[in-house]
C-alpha cells in the first residue's frame, strides 16, 4: 500500500500501462514537456519520450480523430482533453466514428482508445473549466463512461479502461485530484496479466460498489460527488438516518443492479451528481429504479444535481453545485414517506 | 469555362488530351513511363467495368432492390489511374464515392451493395483488403487516415527503401475541403511528416453546390498554406492521374511527408439516385464534359496506337455483363439479417444495457411465438 | 384552411417569416438551387435571391458558427442542417456558444438563430440519416427543443421558433414530411402581430397538447411517433383502454405540467420515442413523473424507445425503431397494475 | 532562432529595428505615415498603462483576489499598434488575451477583471465598444466574427468610400491556427468576401507548445490556401503593426474581402498565472526576447528623436500608478452576485425549467431563513 493523490494515482496507472504494453501513447495538448496543466503526466514524457507522450496541435477532432486512426494500426493511445468544456470539438469524431466503428465495421475493428477528461467543478474555474458533461456520451451506444472517486480506483480503472477493447471516456473530479488515499498496486497488475484480462478488466470497470452500507436510504454517486456523499450519510447517520452509499463508477453502462439490490432494501434513492439534473445521469437511473424496483419504493426517487442553467461565474458555483445540505434535505424528503 | 478559381483549368498535369493524343510533362512525365499498352488496357478494362457495375446499381435502385446508390460515373480515371498506382503495402481511406479505388484494391464490387441494401454499413474486411470502410461523415476520415499514417511511420515502414514502406491515401471530393476535419488533417500530417496523400477528388460539385462555394482559388492551394506540397491533375486523364499519384506516393512512402493531389474531374451523374440534377446544372456543362469522358479518351488513344482490339473491348463488355448478372443474382438473394444482431457489435466487451435490452427483445420476440403457439 | 404536407407546411411558414421580417436568412448546404435535398426550401432561393437563401459550404461548424455572427448583427438565420447525423461537426458551437452567448453576456446578446434538422428514422436510409439527437441538446441548458407532428404545428411552430430570441433547435420528423394535414394559416399570423409576440410565440412553442383524450392511460409522444401513439390509442381503445395521448411539441422544456396534469388522473404513463430509451427523453420525463406524482401513479412509467445501439441498417430499422406492438405491449404491462 | 518554418523571422514587415531606428518598407511604409509623433507618444503611452495595468492584476492574483489572470506581456505592440488602426466602424473579436485592444476600444480596464474574479463571464457590452465579448473555446469565435463581417456587408458597410465603411478584426493564437473553426472561417470569410482581418499573434506558444507543434510553415502562408492576401509583421514593431492593420482594414473595408495578419510576437510571461513556463523554455531564450521588448523599443526611438520628455515618462507612470490604485479598489469593492442571478438570463424567454428549478430554490432558501427565525 502507497499513499497517493488521485493524480498521482492516475500517473502512476498510466506508468504502468506504458511500461506494460508498448503500445500504449499518450496524446493531448501540454502533456509533454509541461506534464499536462494538471500535471498529470509529469515524468512520463521525460522516461517515454516525445514519440509516446506526444504534444499534439490545438484541436481536439485532430487530437481523436488521429488517434482512431492509430488505434486502426493497433495501437492504444490514451487522450488526455484539456478540460470539460473543450471535448465539444472532438464530439463529432467520438459520436460518429469512435462510437461506432465497432459496429460499422461488424466487430472487424476496435477502437481501445481512451480519452481522459479533468472534469466537474469547485475548483474556482473560469468559463468551461467545471462542466460535467457524461450524459452528452451515455446516450451514445458504443462508449463506456466511468469515472474513479478515490486514488485506488484512479489507479485500476484507468489501467483497465486502457486493457479494454472498447472506446472509454475517462472523466477525472479534477477537484479531487489532490486527496490522498492508499493505493495497493499490486491487484490490477494481476488482474491484466491473467487470463482473460481485457475482458476482467472492462467488466470490474464497469461496476459500481457499496462505498457504505445502511438501510434507511439508498443515496447514488460517483466521481466528484461522492466525497460529499459519504458526509452526507456520516450527517444523515448522526441523525439517526441510515444511508447506503452506491458509488456508480461507471455511467455507461449504468450498474442499475446494484443499486436496485439496495434500493429493493431500502425503498428510498436518492442520486447526486453536478451534471445538470434536467436531462442528466440521475434520470436515467431515476427511470430505471422506477420501472424495476416501483412497488418496493417508499418515495419517489430524487434527484440532486445542477441547475438548467450554464456552470456560472465561481463566485457562485458552490450554489449552483450539490452541497452537504442540498444532498441531506433530499435525504429528509424521502424519509418523510 | 472559368479561366480562374476553383474551376479553372490552369496548371493541370495532363498525359492524354481529351481528344486522345498522348502528352509529356516535364515533371511528372516519367512517373507514367512504365504504363506499357498492356498496363494501359487494363485500366481501360477496369475503368469499363467499373463503369458497367455503377450502372447496373444505378437500375437495381430503381428496381426497388437497392434504397440508395451512388455513382462514380465520369470519375473513373481519377480513380482507376491513383488505384493502380497503390501497392498492397498501402492502405487507402476512401470516402464513399471510390467504387474504382476498391476494385483496384480487390474488393468484390456487389458486396459494396450491401452497404446500400440496408443490410449493414460496412461490408468488407478493411485489412484484408488495405482498404478501410466507407465513411459518411464528410472529411471525418481525413483525420483517421492521417492518424494511420502516423502509425505506419512508427512501425517502421516508411523510408527504408524496402517494399514494406508504404503509404496511406485518403480519398476526399471538394466540398469535404471546407471540413474542420480535412484541415486539421493538414495540421496534424504535416507537423508529424505523416506519410499520407491527400487526394481531392473535385468533381465540381458538392450535392447541388458549386465547388466555387468552397473556395475562391484551386484546392490545389490549400495544400501550401499547410506546408504541404501538392499538385492539380486532369482527373478525366488516367494517365496522368496514375503519374502524379505515383509520385505523390514516392514522396510520402520515402518518409518526406504529406502530399495533397487536386484530380479535377466532373461527376457526371447525379449526386446519389435521390438527386436530380437538373435543378442545378445545364446541359451544356453536361455535354462540354461528355466530350471529355475519361474513358472514351484512354479508348481513342488506344485505338489510335492499335492496342485495343475488338476482341478486347468485346472481352470487357462480356466481363461487364457478367459482372451485372452476378451483381443482381447476389443482391436478391441476399436475405434479411437476424434482428438480434442489431445488438451485435455494439460493444467489443459485454455492456450491462444492451444485454438487459437484448434479453428483454428476446422474450419480447417469443411471447409472439408463444401467443402464435396458443393462437 | 388549406390542405398541405408537412413539408409543403414548413415551407409555407419559411416564406411567411421571410415576407414579415427581412432579416430572416436561410443558410445552409444545398438549399438554394435544389430547395433543399427534401425540398423543404423549395421555391424561396428563386423568390428571394441567393442572398436570404445562402448555399454555404460544406462545414457544420461554419454554418452555425456564421450564423451566430449574423445573429449578433441583428439577422434570423434559420439553418438547415441536412440529416439529423449530421449536426455533430457543429455541437462545440451550438453548445458552447449559441446556447451559452445569451447567459455569457447577461442577457445584453440574444442569438435567435434557428436550427432546422430533418431527423428520426423509418426512410431506409443509410448510416447517420436516421437518427433522434434531441436528448443531447435538451440536456444544455439556454437552447429549445422542438418538434412539430401535424401540418399545421409545423406550419405554426417554425414561424414562432423563427420569432423567439432564444436559439431553437426544430427537429422535423422527416418520414412524416408527406403528410398531409389541413392548415390554417391566419391564426399564427395574428399572434405574430400581436403585442408581445416574441413571447406570446415563445411560449405557446414550448407546451404541449392533449392529442385524444382518455382515462386509463397517458400515452406520451413527439414529432416522429406522435402517429404511432394516435394508432396505438385506438388499436387499445378497441380493445377497451381508453389511452391519452399527449404530444409534447417541445422538449426542451419539457411540459411536465400537461403530462402532470393527465397522469394524476390515469396514474399510469408511458412515453414513447425514436430516441434511444437509456439517457433519453423518456428518463427526465420518467423521474419528473416519478418526482411529482409518485403517490397517483398505479404502475411505473414505461419508455418505449430506441435501443442502446448505433442506428441499424434499414433492413433492421423497423425492430429497432417502437412499433406498434410495442407501444401496446408497454400499455398492457401498465394496465396490469 | 530557427531560419525557417513558423518561428522564422523571414519576410517580417518591419518599420522600427529592435534598437529603435526608423525603417521603411517597399509597400507598407507608407501605412504609418499619419503616425507623427503625437501620435507615437501615445502608443506608447497606451503600452505603459496597459503594462502597468497588466502587472497589477498579476499581483491581484497573487494574493488572492482574482482566480486567473492572464498576462498579455510582450503583445503590447501588436495589440496597441492593431488598435490604434481602428476605428468605431470597426468591430473587433478577441480571445483572451486582447486587454491592449480592450483598452483601444475604450474597454475600462479593471471591467475586465469581473470575469477572473468570477463574477460573471463577460464584463462589458459589446456593441457599445466594438469589443465582442473573450470567448475561451479557442477558434470559435473567428467564426462568429466572419458572420459579423458577413452581416456588415449585407448592411452595406463596406465599400460605400464613406466613415461608415467598417470591417471585423478577429484575434486569436497561433495554437488556434490548428482549430477546425478558424480554418472554416477563412472558408467562409473567403467565399463570401467577408471585412475581415484575421489577426494572429504569433507569441510562439500554445501554453507550453511552441508554434512548431501547429504549423511546419510560417503562419502567414495559410491564407494563401484560402485565397486570403496575407503578411506577416514584426508583432514587436508598433509601427509596422498599425502599418499592415491599416492597410488590412482598408482592403476588407472597401469591399476586397479577408486579410490575414501573422503578428510574430512573443509571450514574455507565464501562459495565465497558473503556468509554469520554466517547465518548457529557456531562460537564454526569454532574454533574446526581453531585448526586444515592443515597449523599449519605441521608448528608445522616441527618445532618440526628443520626442519623449521625461515629463511624459513621468506623466505615463503617474496615471500606471492612479489605474493600479482603482484596479485594486474597484476589485475588492465588489460584492458577491446575488444568488439568484445564476438563473438569470440563461434563455431571453422564460423556460419551464428554469422557472421552476428557481422557485425549488427559492424555496429551499427561504427554507434556511425560516429554520433560522424559528431557532
Ligand atoms: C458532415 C456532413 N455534412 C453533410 C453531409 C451530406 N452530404 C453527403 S455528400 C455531400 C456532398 C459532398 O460533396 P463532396 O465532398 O464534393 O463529395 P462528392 O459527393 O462530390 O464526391 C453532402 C453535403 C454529410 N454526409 N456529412
Ligand atoms: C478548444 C480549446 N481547447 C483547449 C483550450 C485550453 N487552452 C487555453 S489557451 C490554450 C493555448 C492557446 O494558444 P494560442 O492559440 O497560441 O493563444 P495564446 O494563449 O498563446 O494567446 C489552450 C490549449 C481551450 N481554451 N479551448
Ligand atoms: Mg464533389
Ligand atoms: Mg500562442
Redesign the pocket.
Known amino acids: 500500500m502507497t499513499t497517493m493523490t488521485m493524480a498521482g494515482a492516475i500517473n502512476r496507472g498510466l506508468r504502468a500501462a506504458m511500461e506494460r504494453d508498448p503500445k500504449v501513447l499518450l496524446m493531448g495538448e501540454d502533456i509533454g514537456q509541461l506534464g499536462g496543466v494538471f500535471r498529470v503526466t509529469d515524468g512520463l514524457w521525460k522516461d517515454f519520450g516525445g514519440d509516446r507522450v506526444m504534444d499534439t496541435p490545438l484541436a481536439e477532432s485532430g487530437i481523436v480523430g488521429t488517434a482512431i486512426g492509430m488505434a486502426m494500426r493497433g495501437y492504444r493511445p490514451v487522450v488526455e482533453i484539456q478540460f470539460d468544456g473543450f471535448i465539444f470539438p472532438a464530439y ?1 469524431q467520438i459520436t460518429t466514428q469512435l462510437a461506432k466503428m465497432h459496429y460499422r465495421s461488424q466487430g472487424m475493428i476496435t477502437l481501445p482508445v481512451v480519452i481522459r477528461v479533468p472534469f466537474a467543478g469547485g475548483i474556482g474555474a473560469v468559463e468551461h473549466h467545471s462542466e460535467s458533461p457524461e450524459a452528452l456520451f451515455a446516450h451514445t451506444a458504443g462508449l463506456r463512461v466511468v469515472s474513479p472517486a478515490t486514488p485506488q480506483d484512479a489507479f485500476d480503472m484507468i489501467q483497465q479502461a486502457i486493457a479494454s477493447p472498447d472506446p472509454v471516456l475517462f472523466l477525472e473530479p479534477k477537484a479531487r485530484y489532490w486527496d490522498k488515499g492508499e493505493v495497493d498496486e499490486s491487484r490490477v497488475a494481476a488482474q491484466l496479466e491473467g487470463e482473460h484480462a481485457a475482458s476482467a478488466a472492462t467488466a470490474e470497470m464497469s461496476r459500481g460498489r457499496v462505498a457504505r452500507e445502511g438501510s434507511d436510504v439508498t443515496l447514488v454517486a460517483y466521481g466528484p460527488t461522492m466525497r460529499l456523499a459519504l458526509q452526507a450519510a456520516e450527517v444523515a447517520g448522526a441523525d439517526g438516518t441510515s444511508v447506503e452509499v452506491i458509488d456508480l463508477r461507471s455511467v455507461s453502462p449504468l450498474d442499475s443492479d446494484t443499486v436496485l439490490r439496495s434500493a429493493k432494501r431500502t425503498g428510498r434513492v436518492v442520486i447526486v451528481h453536478e451534471a445538470p439534473t434536467a436531462f442528466g445521469p440521475g434520470a436515467e437511473l431515476s427511470a430505471r429504479v422506477t420501472e424495476q424496483a416501483f412497488f418496493h419504493l417508499h418515495a419517489p426517487v430524487l434527484r440532486v444535481g445542477g441547475f438548467h442553467a450554464p456552470y456560472p461565474g465561481s463566485k457562485l458555483e458552490h450554489d449552483y453545485l450539490p452541497s452537504l445540505d442540498r444532498v441531506l434535505d433530499a435525504v429528509d424528503r424521502v424519509m418523510t414517506h | 469555362m472559368s479561366t480562374h478559381g476553383p474551376l479553372s483549368e490552369e496548371g493541370l498535369v495532363r498525359l492524354l488530351s481529351h481528344t486522345g493524343e498522348r502528352l509529356d510533362h516535364p515533371d511528372f512525365g516519367r512517373y507514367a513511363s512504365e504504363l506499357d499498352a498492356a498496363r494501359l488496357r487494363r485500366m481501360w478494362h477496369d475503368m469499363t467495368v467499373v463503369r458497367a457495375f455503377d450502372q447496373e446499381a444505378t437500375s437495381l435502385q430503381r428496381q426497388g432492390e437497392l434504397g440508395l446508390w ?1 455513382q462514380a460515373v465520369g ?1 473513373e480515371a481519377a480513380q482507376i489511374g491513383s488505384g493502380h498506382a497503390l501497392r498492397s503495402s498501402d492502405f487507402v481511406f476512401p ?3 471510390e467504387h474504382g479505388v476498391a476494385h483496384t484494391r480487390g474488393v468484390d464490387l456487389p458486396e459494396i451493395l450491401r452497404i446500400f441494401r440496408g443490410l449493414q454499413h460496412g461490408a468488407w474486411d478493411p485489412a484484408a483488403h488495405g482498404f478501410h470502410l466507407y465513411t ?5 476520415h481525413a483525420l483517421h487516415a492521417t492518424g494511420y499514417a502516423m502509425a505506419m511511420a512508427r512501425d517502421g515502414l516508411v523510408g527504408t527503401g524496402q517494399e514494406t514502406d508504404g503509404a496511406v491515401v485518403c480519398y ?6 471546407s ?1 474542420g476535419d480535412v484541415n486539421e488533417a493538414l495540421t496534424f500530417a504535416a507537423v508529424n511528416d505523416a506519410p499520407i496523400v491527400f487526394f481531392v ?3 465540381q ?3 447541388s ?1 458549386s ?1 466555387t462555394r ?1 473556395s475562391r482559388v484551386p484546392l490545389a492551394q490549400r495544400g501550401a498554406g499547410f506546408g504541404v506540397p501538392s499538385v492539380r491533375v486532369d482527373g478525366n486523364d488516367v494517365i496522368a492521374s496514375y503519374a502524379v499519384t505515383q509520385w505523390a506516393l514516392q514522396h510520402a512512402r520515402s518518409g518526406a511527408g504529406p502530399v495533397l493531389i487536386e484530380a479535377f474531374t466532373y ?1 457526371m451523374g447525379a ?2 439516385t435521390s438527386d436530380d440534377p437538373t435543378r442545378y446544372r445545364s446541359h451544356a456543362d453536361e455535354a462540354y464534359w461528355a466530350e471529355r469522358d475519361p474513358i472514351a479518351r484512354l479508348e481513342t488513344y488506344l485505338r489510335g496506337i492499335g492496342e485495343l482490339s475488338d476482341e478486347a473491348v468485346e472481352a470487357a463488355r462480356a466481363e461487364a455483363k457478367e459482372l451485372g448478372r452476378r451483381t443482381r443474382e447476389t443482391v436478391k438473394a441476399w436475405g434479411r439479417p437476424e434482428t438480434a444482431t442489431m445488438f451485435d457489435h455494439v460493444y467489443a466487451e459485454p455492456h450491462a444495457t444492451v444485454a438487459a435490452e437484448r434479453a428483454w427483445f428476446s422474450r419480447y420476440e417469443r411471447s409472439f411465438a408463444d401467443q402464435g403457439a396458443h393462437a
Open positions: 463529432n | 451512388v470519375q470516402s464513399y464515392r459518411l461523415v464528410i472529411g471525418a476526399f471530393g471538394d466540398g469535404a475541403t471540413q477528388q473535385n468533381n460539385f458538392a450535392i453546390e465547388t468552397q461527376r449526386h446519389t
